[in-house]
């Protein structure tokens, strides 16, 4: 077989990132066949009903997600769904049989590339059920692509136009057709790196750049194909379709048809920590005495037509589960929509005023929309405020001040002013309900205000929602995410995105309530021997030196200092330093070891000096030390207070209208793990 | 590589190549049917094999208006050997006297992306007489859906649906606000035209240009202009008026335009159905074609069925033309031809050039006699409007069926039951949901507004009874799977929005 190479400059010229890139990097770097890839077509429907069923996922009613924190920096799941074969529609089923059995392959889940791990499926049984293997997945995609080519070649406006090349494609000149079918092959089987470019032959030779007409033919074919005029019709979709498909892969089960309805489970691979936040920060939570939190933030992506998803979290008994706060992007393109729609009536404004019932419909349909947004924001609020309410130790309102009751024209007036936040909203839903909002082409709004309120919709975040926790356990957390019942975006399949905030603590009773009691121990034991050494208590604020400080039996006053912080220490119970709780323990494990030297290097001292006047300084200095150690337990009883009764997050995946309906102004800080379940989309 | 992160679209294209590649077929078969009446006829064998998908039309469309109509059927097929993008042939004594019958084939179009687009709704008012339209405004009417569709296609919309007559909208009052049930009856037909376009959603500046051109438009010519309400909570039927008829000007750019053009009604008309893969601007070509040579459009129908697209046009023939008895198929351009004898062909490069068109004879065409706006209640039998939406499980029951279980249903209740246009797609679920206007009028005449009300919501309470009676042992389909709503209100249909 010839290989055709063509020089580095020829890749570098469309180095850029267009949407095919990789394919048009194949197409110059792979040989060209000089017979067509056929692939069977029962294969293509195949594949075509695997990819269109893993996009939408509509036949799962129920997705759970059970995630254990296995150390700090690694995440296991347990995912299960429910399947309902009854949702998937009659024609796809018959492409979904499989043969010579009555039972169909089904998609449950996409995965990144990267997380190629054994996924064992099982069903409520516990019998594990048959997968489609990965490369079979492959090649009933490849197929797939090949086939959708060839129908959007045959469907295409020009193909009758004999000079054009989508004619040439399809009739006279097929090799061209079988280069990008071998692209889109090799592409499919192989994956796609996550980088701008590929990495292909061409980038090691040096090759005088002369054409290749069956290369120029195939890249001027998706030239015409895919337009980058108008791409968003064709080209994007496309592109997006192959770059999934390069990316993840398919989870495919058989399915038995005998039983419609279907519980099924499985291990996901274990999930890394994306990120780890600046070491600086790291240092100063653990050198300093702010009851440090263990904070774990979570994304992945739903389906958008699941019904319910549930995600639960499970630690170690001795870690607590403070707060565990779940927010989705739900309503985000229905807010982006009305963003673009507001900016466009701002822009139209003059010309749209001539039509005055035209701009009154637009902004009563602007207005209808912000209203829904501000009902449904309210309720997230007020769930929110009931699950503060039934924490363990409640949070009350605070400092917030009740909410103003805004008359209709100081709602215009704020929302002209840009401020989108929860109360504006809510009392212009109210507003509107009332049929108070009437006439709005009239009003202020209609013009360069609508461009604030775009933006102040944007920056609050208000298209995302809350769901709490409800699991009554210190140590685990539960959250139900339910689909809204009316869907706001309905004909949008765009997969929903889902952020997790978790606050680990070490709660009551912790580690620093017994670190605390041992070391007012170890002081008093300084203080009765000092004491008993001078006589009185007068050494410990006289500058005096009392004549007999120095013991006479120096070796049991050594045998105490070393024992009793020794037998102390030791039933204490510190976690390794690898453990989520090691990290939490981190600084309190310090102040004990810290206490444990000042006892230990007082018995030294005892042991080796003779002088009254320094071993009563050493006395004095030890003591300090000992209630300084004790002053920081107390910081960090102060510190864990503050945390408690924190209302919102400092995260940036909490929705900035919660934080704001809050008056939670705190800067957001870095997480301590982050989880990133979405692949590589 | 970067990419918008939106993946609707995609998942939509993997649909439809899904579908289309499903069972090895890879085209769309399709039967029409031309003929008088208005109850369709079925497709289906006697016996249907529950089991055949080729048994069993996935999408379905009727449509009558002035005494005739069209009928679409729609299915996937396994053929794919045929030359071109359509084929169409005539079929030969399929049905009773006086139908003609037409089979064929078309290759769909996947790259035709309309599921994730925003529907805009229009209803133009060309008149406030009840529906008898003259040459003048047959032509009239053609070039107003030119205009119409033209706008969509400028900005790459694609029409989705566009009907003419249709029920026309009484004006609300403010004092009639709510619920709707005691606002004016509304006549079954009249001189009006609904269109309804897809617009991506995130392309809100094409949306709102074509609409502040919509009512440049109806200022210019005088139309009426109601939108779709488009608040969240209001369903279909629910319509935003932009501008009221004007009468005048309308009449004066009429006049201006077609100053020669007849002003008698026709007395035959021929029906024209134009079928292609589904396209943007396509029904704007065929209708300027047409008008260009002198045909107006009595009444039109135009939907996409499994992507392709159906315009089925009734066009008036002129009183002297020689009468044609034979049904024809052939090329777009052979068909102008055919219509307007007396032009010669302009091979342009119009986007319909390799689409196929089927042409009934010249044939007889009726008007309704009365209507309720011009007072015609004093004469009695007056026909009102009933709105039907349904969905059942695919391969139980078929939509002409269906249809003639809810004429016998209202039989009891009715003196005259008349389908004026029915639609029925296959979607996700494996479930068949289609909507229809039943042209009714009732046995027993009242001129009181109040007991015509309560006899149309009596009567369509009782009929829904009985259909959702008789369907189980009709199809054998789970009476739980059954949703069936007949109300004299079309905003009344919509099952509660909760999204399944």
């Not at chain 1, 509509?58 to 059970?66: G, K, M, N, T, Y």
Request: with cysteine.
């Amino acid at each position: 077989m010839t290989v055709h190479l063509r020089g580095q400059s020829a890749v570098a010229e469309r180095a850029g990132n267009g949407p095919l890139d990789h394919l048009r990097t194949l197409v110059r770097a792979l040989p060209v066949p000089t017979a067509p890839m056929t692939f069977p077509s029962r294969e293509a429907a195949l594949g075509l009903a695997l990819m269109d069923l893993s996009f939408r996922l509509d036949h799962l009613p129920r997705l759970s997600e059970h995630l254990t924190l296995m150390d700090r920096g690694h995440m296991s799941r347990v995912i299960s769904v429910d399947v309902d074969l009854d949702l998937i529609s009659g024609r796809l089923r018959d492409t979904l049989m499989v043969p010579g059995d009555a039972a169909l392959w089904v998609p449950v889940s996409r995965y990144s590339r990267r997380d190629l791990a054994p996924a064992v499926i099982r069903d409520s049984n516990g019998e594990v059920v048959p997968r489609l293997s990965h490369r079979d997945a492959n090649r009933v995609t490849a197929a797939a692509f090949v086939k959708l080519l060839f129908m959007l070649i045959s469907a295409h406006d020009d193909v009758s136009d004999q000079a054009g090349p989508i004619h040439q494609l399809r009739h006279t000149h097929q090799r061209s057709r079988w280069l990008i079918e071998a692209a889109i092959t090799e592409l499919v089987m192989v994956g796609s790196p996550v980088g701008p470019r590929m990495h292909t032959p061409l980038d090691h030779a040096d090759l005088p750049g002369t054409s290749h007409p069956v290369r120029d033919l195939a890249l001027l074919g998706l030239d015409a194909l895919f337009p980058d005029a108008g791409g968003d019709r064709l080209l994007i979709p496309f592109a997006r379709l192959l770059q999934l498909a390069t990316r993840q892969y398919i989870l495919v089960a058989q399915l038995g048809l005998d039983r419609p309805r279907r519980f099924l489970s499985w291990e996901a691979p274990l999930l890394p920590a994306q990120h780890r936040p600046a070491p600086l920060q790291t240092l100063a939570k653990n050198v300093l005495p702010v009851n440090r939190e263990f904070v774990v933030e979570y994304e992945t992506e739903i389906p958008r037509s699941v019904k319910a998803y549930h995600l639960t979290l499970e630690v170690r008994q001795e870690i607590s589960v403070r707060r565990f706060l779940m927010a989705s992007d739900v309503d985000e393109e229905f807010v982006e929509v009305l963003a673009q729609d507001l900016e466009s009536v701002a822009r139209r404004a003059e010309r749209l005023g001539d039509h005055h019932k035209l701009l009154e419909l637009e902004m009563q349909g602007i207005a209808s929309r912000l209203a829904e947004l501000g009902r449904r924001r309210l309720v997230d609020l007020a769930s929110y405020e009931a699950y503060l309410a039934r924490l363990p130790i409640p949070v009350g309102p605070g400092s917030v001040p009740p909410p103003p009751r805004l008359t209709a024209d100081q709602v215009i007036a704020a929302l002209s002013a840009g401020d989108c936040s929860l109360d504006v909203l809510a009392a212009f839903c109210a507003h509107y309900a009332a049929d108070r909002m009437q006439h709005l082409a009239r009003s202020g709004l209609a013009g360069p205000a609508l461009l604030n309120i775009a933006a102040g919709l944007r920056a609050a975040q208000v298209g995302r929602d809350v769901t709490t926790d409800n699991d009554p356990r210190e140590h685990g957390a539960h959250a139900h995410w339910r689909r809204p019942s009316v869907e706001l975006s309905p004909q949008s399949t765009e997969p929903v995105r889902v952020f997790a905030f978790m606050a680990l603590a070490d709660e009551a009773p912790a580690l620093i309530e017994n670190i605390t009691r041992m070391v007012a121990g170890l002081a008093l034991v300084v203080l009765a021997i000092g004491t008993l050494l001078s006589g009185g208590v007068a050494w410990l604020y006289s500058s005096a030196v009392s004549a007999n400080f120095v013991p006479a039996q120096a070796d049991a006053v050594v045998a105490v200092l070393l024992l009793v912080p020794g037998l102390l220490l030791a039933r204490l119970d510190l976690p390794s330093t690898k453990s989520v709780l090691g990290q939490l323990h981190k600084f309190q494990r310090m102040l004990a070891a810290a206490s444990v030297a000042v006892t230990t290097a007082l018995a030294i001292a005892v042991g080796t000096v003779q002088s009254d006047r320094e071993m009563t300084r050493l006395f004095q200095v030890a003591l300090a030390a000992l209630i300084v150690i004790l002053v920081c337990c107390l910081c960090e009883f102060y510190a864990r207070r503050i945390h408690r009764s924190s209302s919102v997050p400092r995260s940036t995946r909490v929705p900035r209208w919660l934080r704001d309906a809050r008056r939670a102004g705190q800067r957001p800080v870095e997480p301590d793990d982050f989880f990133d379940a979405r692949g590589e989309v | 590589m970067t990419l918008p992160a939106n993946s609707t679209k995609s998942s939509e294209l993997a649909r439809i190549a899904a579908e289309a590649a499903g069972n090895y077929s890879s085209s769309a078969q399709f039967t029409l049917t031309h003929g008088y009446g208005s109850l369709p006829i079925s497709v289906i064998s006697a016996d249907p094999d529950k089991e055949d998908p080729s048994d069993w039309p996935t999408d379905f469309c009727h449509f009558s208006a002035a005494g005739l109509s069209v009928s679409t059927s729609t299915w996937p097929s396994v053929n794919s050997a045929f030359s071109g993008r359509v084929q169409i042939d005539p079929v030969e004594h399929a049905g009773p006297q006086d139908t003609y019958s037409y089979s064929g084939h078309a290759v769909p179009n996947p790259g035709f992306l309309n599921q994730s687009t925003r529907k805009v709704e229009v209803l133009i008012t060309l008149g406030n007489t009840h529906w008898s339209p003259t040459y003048r405004e047959a032509l009239m009417q053609a070039l107003i859906i030119e205009k119409l569709t033209a706008l969509a296609a400028e900005r790459d919309a694609p029409v989705l649906h566009l009907h003419t007559p249709v029920a026309p909208v009484p004006l609300s009052y403010k004092a009639e606000r709510g619920d709707g049930s005691n606002e004016r009856l509304r006549d079954a037909i009249g001189p009006c035209l609904r269109f309804s376009i897809g617009v991506d959603p995130k392309m809100s500046d094409a949306r709102l240009d074509f609409e502040t051109e919509l009512a440049a438009l109806a200022e210019e010519y005088g139309f009426g202009l109601k939108l779709d309400d488009q608040r969240l909570n209001r369903v279909r039927g629910d319509w935003f008026t932009i501008r009221g008829f004007d009468r005048e000007r309308y009449r004066q750019a009429r006049n201006r335009l077609f100053p020669e053009a007849s002003a008698v009604t026709p007395r035959r008309a021929v029906i024209a159905s134009v079928i292609g893969p589904s396209r943007t601007g396509t029904t704007a070509a065929a209708v300027a074609a047409l008008r260009e040579r002198g045909v107006g459009v009595l009444a039109a129908s135009i939907s996409s069925m499994r992507r392709t697209t159906f315009i089925n046009l009734v066009l008036p023939v002129a009183a002297d033309a020689p009468a044609e008895s034979q049904q024809w198929t052939g090329g777009w351009l052979d068909a102008l031809s055919r219509l307007s004898p007396g032009r010669g062909d302009e091979p342009g490069d119009s986007p319909i050039d390799d689409w196929k068109v089927a042409l009934s004879p010249a044939m007889r065409c009726s008007y309704p006699p009365s209507s309720q706006q011009t007072g015609a209640t004093t004469t009695g039998r007056v026909p009102y409007p009933i709105w039907l939406w349904w969905q059942l499980p695919h391969r139980t029951v078929d939509t002409p069926a269906l249809l003639a279980e809810v004429q016998a249903a209202l039989q009891p209740h009715t003196r005259r039951c008349d389908i004026a246009y029915a639609q029925s797609r296959l979607c996700r679920g494996d479930v068949v949901r289609g909507r229809a206007k039943l042209i009714v009028m009732l046995s027993q005449e009242h001129r009181d507004h109040e007991t015509v009300q309560r006899l149309l919501a009596d009567a369509t309470e009782a009929a829904q009874l009985r259909i959702r009676e008789w369907l189980p042992a009709l199809g054998r389909v789970d009476p739980s799977k059954v949703r069936l709503r007949l109300s004299p209100r079309e905003r009344w249909l919509t099952y509660a929005e909760i999204s399944a």
